[in-house]
């Protein structure tokens, strides 16, 4: 594997049977969140109705309810098929807008013993009306088992992304896509970040086991799952009691437990806590919370999602200091010896900011016409 170096940007080589496609480690997942048209749940596969965009990620074959989405694909009986025409799948996502993008991964099983099995084929298409699609790029060998199947779509740019799934057996299981934009380029001339004001990206090193660590989480956002939810996958949630937090389901989490501050800031009460099987490592406070986050991996190379936030948790210290929006669902990193900008105080406009101007200009002149009339007293 390629060395990755701290003082660039982190990028994931991230190797695939399509091929291999440089990914940046913190770019945003353009789909998360979104609706996946084509992606409609009939009575013959009701079971198998995960969401594609939640960031939920299976590792491993299941019959539960929610963990996977199936889609049937039945020659005789084509009104049982969760499919486009001829056993065509075509899971389909609007981004909102023309979008450059860099790449798009779909999350799939093939376990032949089960019975559900890797189509024939995948298409990567790309639209900007929705309705007129252009082939991208196509992979047809798939990993056995659980894995990622990656989609090159450097150079191109489009509103829609959807995924043409050629169906070769009864069943396809999916239960994530994930769609990246094209990363901004910066300058040759861009300044290094100033010592001591280092943020995770340019502390970012590899270690000799393959999994990385940073040295000061400066500048992250972790993304809020739910707050006094339930992690079960790639999550992060904040836990406001320690009821809550008991039934988070936070073994082998990682676990920052903030107390909050009088400027509604919060600080870390200790170093960051791995909780292997034990719950009890932790007991929330009044005037504390927890941000737990949990990840499968520590490194890019396992496809799972939320491997940056695990290990930036990690990295947490006892007075590291956060940003939390609980409306938000975002947690902030902070440098606590970075300048605060001074307050601009608000100018009134309108007819009632000309009204105040003229009172504070009547009354000045009445201080001077005082001030005057008190000299000549003298």
């Known amino acids: 594997m390629k060395k990755i170096l701290a003082t660039l940007l982190v990028v994931a080589m991230v190797a695939s049977l399509c091929g291999m496609m440089l990914v940046s480690a913190d770019a945003a997942n353009l789909a998360a969140g979104k609706e996946v048209a084509n992606a409609t749940v009939n009575v013959a596969n009701a079971n198998y109705c995960a969401n594609l965009t939640d960031g939920v990620i299976a590792d491993a074959i299941s019959t539960d309810n929610g963990v996977w989405f199936g889609y049937l694909y039945n020659k005789d009986k084509p009104e049982n098929a969760n499919t486009a025409e001829n056993g065509i799948a075509i899971p389909t996502i609007d981004l909102g807008a023309v979008t450059e993008l860099a790449s ?27 309705e007129n699609f252009t082939d991208v790029t196509t992979v047809t060998e798939f990993e056995s088992g659980v894995a990622w199947v990656e989609f090159d779509l450097s150079g191109q740019s489009a509103q829609y992304v959807r995924l043409a799934i050629d169906l070769s057996t ?58 006094d939810g339930k992690i079960v996958g ?70 799972y999602a939320n491997w ?69 007293a003298l």
């Open 104 to 130: 798009a991964r779909i999350h799939i099983v093939d376990q032949a013993d089960w019975g559900i099995c890797a189509p024939d084929s995948i298409v990567a298409q790309i639209s900007n009306d929705g």
């Open 170 to 227: 009864t069943w396809f299981f999916l239960d994530e896509i994930e769609i990246y934009g094209a990363a901004s380029e910066g300058g040759e001339d861009t300044p290094d970040e100033p010592a001591g004001n280092k943020t995770y990206e340019n502390t970012l090193t590899q270690k000799e086991d393959g999994n990385y660590m940073v040295e000061v989480p400066y500048g992250y956002t972790w993304t809020v799952n739910y707050v």
């Open 234 to 303: 790639e999550d992060v949630t904040i836990c406001t009691t320690d009821e809550a937090y008991k039934a988070c389901n936070p073994n082998w989490a990682i676990t920052v437990l903030l107390n909050k501050q009088e400027d509604g800031t919060y600080v870390a009460a200790q170093d960051a806590v791995v909780t292997p099987g034990n719950a009890n490592a932790i007991t929330i406070g009044e005037g504390q919370i927890a941000l737990v986050a949990h990840s499968s991996a520590s490194n890019p190379d396992a496809g």
């Open 308 to 376: 940056m936030g695990k290990i930036v948790a990690v990295s947490v210290k006892a007075g590291d200091v956060f940003n939390v929006d609980l409306e938000g669902l975002t947690v902030t990193a902070i440098d606590p010896n970075a300048p605060v900008e001074p307050e601009t105080p608000d100018v009134p406009t309108g007819d009632a900011g000309v009204l105040a101007f003229v009172v504070l200009a009547v009354v000045a002149l009445a201080g001077v016409a005082v001030a005057s009339k008190a000299k000549k």
